[in-house]
Structure formats: structure tokens, C-alpha cells
């Protein structure tokens, strides 16, 4: 009989069932969409170093013109080049999406810290007013305030589409205040006589930013597809004033004539940088969640 006759039947060696820890796989930088995004910008921000002809000049002998050697992308029903209107036009698309994300920004950081500071009664209803707000087609809300407001030009526009795009944000600013307020740093500003503004700007402002960056760059974008949406409709920006919105207010016609250059480039080129800074926002969105995660 060989073997310790006193051996545990079953008995197994020990195996490691330790499972070794999986990577973790983030999203990867847009690369494409920054590079285009930026070209794009550049574009716009040097238009005088890509425009061929004049974009405001009429040129009566060259109406609706397909594109050419003399004119890229065609020119449309007054003549005037659409290459040289893309880069001068983006302009103001751009500047509408930027003070328009700049004004909703200030909003929803000014209500959000308020109802998140307030008593419960005030949170509560400056909330519920909030959602109230929401739960209107932003597009009604817009067009109802374009038409009171009875102007159109781009500071106007876009501080009817910056009033009404601030709710969500809002939101999130005051999960954050609620959340930034109980730490020790806030409780000794408080304690040391320190107001609302000076904690706002000087400690909440700081550590609001990363949560609430991935929502401006997307209001940017949201900004920039409601102009050209008013403009589509008739109620946004004139035609005679260049923007991507404008340009493409005259689809109807361009539908009925069967000149394709004067919907396909500028929408391509709105398109494009839609895509680019939604694909950017979900990025910085992403790369929040998972900081948010790892504390």
C-alpha cells in the first residue's frame, strides 16, 4: 500500500482563480474630426486668404451658374460665388453657435447654483419651471421669440436660440453645485463671510467646467443647426446676409431648377461640422464619465 493512508479524499491542490485585471478601453481621441473641425475654423477665421471673388458682389451675367474653373462650387440665383460665401458665411454661422453656447452657458450656471443653494421649496419650483420649459419644442419656443423680437441679424438670433437652450445644462450645473457645496474648502469660504458670487466664480465655477464643457460644445453645434433651420424655414437670417443657413434657405428653389451644387456643398460643409463637434462632444462627455467613475 503506498501513499499516507490518512490523505483527505477531494483534496486538490489550490489552483489561483485570480482573473487578471481587463483593460479598460476609453475612447480614442477624434482625431479626424479635430483636424477637419480645424480646418474648417481656419477657413472661416482667414476667409480673405480663400475667397476668389467678392461673396457679396452680384454678378447678373453668371446666375446659377454650375461649378466651373471660374466658380468652384457655382454661384447661386444673385450671382454671388459659393466658394468665397462658404469661408465668409461660416463666419456668422460660427459666431451664432459660439455667443449663443456662451449665453445658454451663463444661464444654466447662474439658475443651476441659485436652485441648487436655495431652500428646498425654491429648488423644487425652480426645477419644476425648468421642466416646464423642456418639455416645449425648443423650435416653437424659438420662432415665438424671433417673431416678438422682429429682428434678424445674427446677435439677434442668437440670443433667441442661447434663452432657450439652457434647461439641461441647468440641470447638470445643479447636480454639481449640490454635490461641490458640502466639501470643507466651501463650508470655510462660507464660514469666513464669503458671498454667492465670490464662491460661484472663485470654488463652483472651477469644478463645474469638466461636466458641463461636453454640453457647450454640443450647444455650439445645436446653435449653428437651428439657424440654418430658421433660415430654411424663411423666419431666420436675410438672404442677402451670408451664412451657411441662409444659403441654404433657397433649397426650394434649387429643388424645383434642379441646382443641386446650391444645396449639396452647403450642406455638406454644415454636415460636416456638425458631425465633427458632436463626435468631439461625446469624447470630452466620455472621458468625464470615466473620471467621474474612478473617484
Given amino acids: 500500500m503506498t501513499g499516507n493512508p490518512f490523505e483527505l479524499v477531494g483534496l486538490q491542490p489550490r489552483i489561483n482563480t485570480t482573473v487578471a485585471p481587463v483593460?479598460?478601453?476609453?475612447?480614442?481621441l477624434p482625431v479626424v474630426s479635430m483636424i477637419l473641425l480645424g480646418l474648417i475654423l481656419l477657413g472661416c477665421l482667414f476667409a480673405e486668404l480663400f475667397m476668389n471673388h467678392d461673396p457679396l458682389y452680384l454678378n447678373l451675367s453668371n446666375l446659377s451658374s454650375p461649378p466651373s474653373s471660374s466658380f468652384w462650387f457655382g454661384t447661386d440665383p444673385m450671382g454671388r460665388?459659393?466658394?468665397?460665401?462658404?469661408?465668409?458665411?461660416?463666419?456668422?454661422?460660427?459666431?451664432?453657435?459660439?455667443?449663443?453656447?456662451?449665453?445658454?452657458?451663463a444661464i444654466a450656471v447662474i439658475y443651476?447654483?441659485?436652485?441648487?443653494?436655495?431652500?428646498?421649496?425654491?429648488?423644487?419650483?425652480?426645477m419644476?419651471?425648468?421642466?416646464?420649459?423642456?418639455?416645449?419644442?425648443?423650435?416653437?419656443?424659438?420662432?415665438?421669440?424671433?417673431?416678438?423680437i422682429g429682428q434678424s441679424n445674427p446677435f439677434a438670433l442668437a440670443t433667441v436660440i442661447g434663452v432657450t437652450s439652457w434647461m439641461n445644462m441647468a440641470k447638470i450645473v445643479r447636480t454639481e453645485v449640490q454635490r461641490i457645496r458640502k466639501s470643507t474648502y466651501i463650508e470655510a469660504a462660507r464660514t469666513m463671510g464669503a458671498g454667492f458670487w465670490y464662491i460661484l466664480f472663485k470654488h463652483l465655477l472651477p469644478g463645474l467646467i469638466p461636466a458641463i464643457m461636453f454640453m457647450v460644445v454640443t450647444n455650439i453645434g445645436a446653435a449653428i443647426g437651428t439657424e440654418a433651420t430658421l433660415s430654411f424655414l424663411g423666419i431666420g437670417l436675410p438672404v442677402e446676409t451670408v451664412s451657411w443657413g441662409s444659403m441654404l434657405s433657397q433649397a426650394d428653389r434649387a429643388l424645383m431648377t434642379g441646382n443641386w451644387w446650391l444645396i449639396v456643398i452647403p450642406g455638406l460643409f454644415l454636415v460636416a461640422t456638425l458631425v465633427c463637434i458632436t463626435d468631439i462632444g461625446n469624447y470630452i462627455r466620455k472621458?468625464?464619465?470615466?473620471?467621474c467613475s474612478n473617484l
Fill in 23 to 28: 483593460k479598460r478601453r476609453h475612447g480614442r
Fill in 81 to 105: 460665388d459659393i466658394y468665397s460665401m462658404i469661408w465668409y458665411g461660416g463666419r456668422i454661422s460660427l459666431l451664432i453657435g459660439l455667443l449663443s453656447a456662451a449665453l445658454s452657458t
Fill in 112 to 126: 443651476g447654483s441659485i436652485s441648487a443653494s436655495a431652500p428646498k421649496a425654491v429648488d423644487d419650483g425652480l
Fill in 128 to 148: 419644476r419651471f425648468a421642466e416646464l420649459v423642456m418639455s416645449i419644442p425648443s423650435i416653437l419656443t424659438v420662432i415665438f421669440l424671433q417673431a416678438v
Fill in 287 to 291: 472621458e468625464n464619465n470615466r473620471k
